[in-house]
Every structure is written in C-alpha cells, then in structure tokens.
C-alpha cells in the first residue's frame, strides 16, 4: 500500500495560472479531504468527498475546484492562483467507519 | 461552526519534564477529538483520540482528557523525550463526521 499519494511536491506559479494539484489513494477509503497549512492556523478544510460523485465545501473553498470521478482520485484544482493560496497543501483519506484521517506528504505551492 | 482554539502556541519542557497542551469547542454537538502530530516537513499523523463517552484514554506517555461540560480537552505527555518535539494540533467534529476543525498548533520543544 503506498497509502495517500500527493504530486507535485512543490509548485511555483504566476498569479493568474492555473494548475491542478493531484492526490490519489489505494485503501479503497470513501472519504477525501483537501486541507491547507499556513503557519499559526493549523489545518483548514477546502473541500471534501463522501464518495465517487459526491463534494462539498469546507471552511475556504473559494479560489478552488474539485471532481470526484473514481474512489482513488481526489484532484484540486487552482483555477486563477493568488498569492494567498501560496500554503502546504494536503489531502487526507478516511474510511467510512472510522474518523482516522491518513495524510499525504503534502504538496508545497508558492505563488508569485 | 465550530471553533477550536489551542494554547498554549509554543511550549518548551525539560527533557523527562510533562507537557500539557489544551484545547477548547465552541459546538456542544461535537463529540469527536482527535491529536495529530506533525515533524519538521512531514504529515500529521494521528497519535491518539477520545470520544465523548469517554472521560480519559491513556496510551503509554500520552493521555488525552475530556471535559464536555467546560468543553475542553487536553494532551497530556509524560516522561518527554527528544522525539517528542513537534507541533501538535487538536481537533474536533462530530462522530464519523468528515469536518474535522483543528486547532491553530502548538511547538512542543524538549531540551535535553
């Protein structure tokens, strides 16, 4: 099992790109979150998934897209960067009966 | 929504001292409370929880400890050891629900 897989690990962007921040899992879990890390807030929910099919948003999802298309792939979307969405991005998975969030390795973007 | 507030935001121990971090929730509904732990450059990862039937759970140096009524919880670590130094985050959602909110983090550094 590689467990949550996240790519790139890091990105720089010019304002304006856009750009699609990839998270993939192989435990067959239902649910997919993506969080955003800045220093002295902690994690913060953008968008998550119960299922194929199925998003809703967290507590920051403006400035951001995501599709659910198969169990396994959770992609992100920045659709016009702004320098405030430069942060360490991650995506997490959970099984349907436990609340055991496993984490990426986390995704780096700077955008200038 | 929920708010979890977190202090305090650095904390420095002696080696072999303990360490005490609180945490406290804004929604009475919340009845799920997590501790994730994360290195320098790493994921957070999960070093313990506690549900709300539940007034206390130990696991050898870590104990978490819950007051639903004053709606705070605390991490308490004994015995620390170098390895112990990290940031951890506290969080709270409801039973299987996947909004989990964090904390702002707290540095935990250990001196030997």
């Known amino acids: 099992n590689a467990g949550v897989t996240q790519t790139p690990k890091f990105q720089v962007l010019k304002t304006g790109q856009s750009m699609t921040l990839q998270c993939a899992q192989d435990?067959?879990?239902?649910?997919m979150s993506w969080y955003r890390q800045d220093p002295g807030m902690g994690l913060r929910l953008i968008h998550y998934?119960?299922?194929?099919?199925?998003?809703d948003q967290g507590e920051v999802p403006n400035g951001y897209n995501v599709s659910r298309s198969t169990t396994e792939d959770f992609p992100l979307r920045l659709l016009s960067a702004a320098p405030s969405q430069t942060s360490v991005y991650f995506c997490?998975?959970?099984?349907?009966?436990?609340?055991?969030?496993?984490f990426g390795a986390g995704t780096r973007l700077s955008v200038l | 929504g929920e708010n979890v507030e977190q202090h305090p935001s650095t904390l420095s121990v002696q080696e072999g001292d303990s360490a005490v971090i609180k945490c406290t929730y804004s929604?009475?509904?919340?009845?799920?409370f997590p501790w994730y732990k994360q290195e320098l450059g790493k994921r957070p990862q999960l070093i313990i929880d506690?549900?709300?039937?539940?007034g206390e759970k130990k696991d050898q140096r870590i104990a978490v400890t819950l007051n639903k009524t004053a709606k705070h919880f605390s991490l308490h670590i004994t015995e620390t050891q170098p390895e112990d130094s990290a940031v951890y985050f506290c969080?709270?959602?409801?039973?299987?629900?996947?909004?989990?909110?964090f904390g702002a983090g707290t540095i935990l550094r250990v001196k030997s």
């Open positions: 998934s119960v299922g194929a099919g199925i998003t």
């Open positions: 435990m067959n879990h239902e649910y």
């Open positions: 929604d009475s509904a919340s009845n799920y």
């Open positions: 969080a709270a959602s409801m039973e299987y629900g996947n909004k989990l909110v």
């Open positions: 997490a998975s959970r099984p349907g009966h436990l609340n055991i969030q496993y």
């Open positions: 506690i549900r709300s039937n539940v």
